[in-house]
């Protein structure tokens, strides 16, 4: 074992959540508050961290700092070992106190209803042995989250799978187009992306349909205007509604569309899809409860597309 191995394992929980704090606080007298502690003694304990891994991981001591590469790169690590400590004392209080194991589950919006019917039929969940915290929130903050350690298992939207993490792909979520039923090409069974040249889109302003379908009416419908771009869902279909843009989205967006001015059809000639998939990071999960909801949920959504 070398110098800084050694140090590595010297290093304590303390020494890590002053890390973490300092990181998220930006600011030596805030983050001392948050730790209970006075700001010499924050200041002291960066010291002793630093000396145990041979190298600088702020740029300076005053209240305000920026880190070095080095503790950033410490920072990843150190987030995800302090959160996976907190949550499992909060997993153990949770057994101890209502005899209820914990999962904490990240689900992308367009993604809730299949994961929450799934849910619904894992029979921990409907016996009241599994409480189940859900998040949603766009694919980018999920992996955030679950790099961090704050949840145990991510549904995403994916156009590459994320390094350092478990991936299994469950289903594709092909591109579609949303037009008002008036419309001309709502007469066919599918819209071949030529016929958008001289139509108007509005897309989601980031996100997997961002990054697939910007490339995507480049490339293969030549679409001679800019797209509008919104957040919102409802944003989106009130714009196809007025005769504003036509709209493109996953198919998975428009499951449970009940507007009869509205048509959806598929977009071909080349059909683009996003990949939606179950995340969650390599080894073994912080609790039984999240390995046995991870293969209830791939043997429920594996193996073809969900609509």
């Not at 191995?5 to 983050?31: D, K, N, P, S, Y």
């Not at 070095?68 to 949550?87: K, S």
């Not at 919104?230 to 714009?239: D, I, M, P």
Request: include cysteine; hydrophobic fraction near 45%; glycine fraction near 6%.
């Amino acid at each position: 074992m070398n110098d800084i191995e050694r140090g590595l394992r010297a290093i304590t929980l303390r020494h890590l959540r002053c890390l973490v704090t300092l990181a998220e606080e930006r600011h030596f007298g805030r983050a001392a508050e948050r730790l209970a502690i006075t700001q010499p003694a924050l200041s002291n304990a960066m010291r002793q961290m630093e000396r145990l891994v041979g190298t600088p991981l702020l740029a300076r001591e005053n209240p305000r700092f920026e880190l070095t590469p080095a503790g950033a790169e410490l920072l990843r690590r150190a987030q995800y070992l302090v959160h996976t400590v907190d949550l499992a004392l909060e997993d153990m209080a949770q057994i101890l106190v209502s005899g209820q194991a914990l999962l904490r589950l990240g689900v992308v919006p367009s993604a809730a209803g299949l994961v929450t019917e799934a849910l619904q039929a894992h029979r921990p969940v409907a016996s009241g042995e599994l409480k189940v915290d859900l998040l949603d929130l766009p694919s980018s903050a999920l992996l955030d989250e679950l790099r961090q350690g704050r949840i145990d298992l991510a549904v995403v939207a994916l156009t590459d799978p994320p390094a350092g993490l478990a991936v299994t792909e469950l289903f594709e979520d092909p591109l579609v187009l949303v037009l008002p039923r008036a419309h001309p090409l709502g007469e066919g069974a599918e819209v071949a992306w030529r016929q958008l040249r001289h139509e108007r889109l509005v897309l989601f302003a980031s996100g997997s349909v961002s990054e697939l379908a910007g490339p995507a009416s480049a490339q293969f419908a030549r679409i001679e205007r800019e797209p509008m771009r919104v957040q919102h869902s409802e944003t989106l279909y009130g714009c196809v509604r007025s005769g504003l843009a036509l709209g493109l989205m996953p198919r998975l967006y428009t499951t449970h569309l009940a507007d009869p001015t509205l048509v959806v059809r598929p977009l071909v000639r080349p059909a683009i899809e996003r990949r939606v998939a179950l995340l969650q990071r390599p080894g073994p999960q912080r609790s039984k409860a999240a390995e046995r909801f991870a293969q209830h949920l791939r043997e429920r959504l594996s193996g073809g597309r969900r609509g």
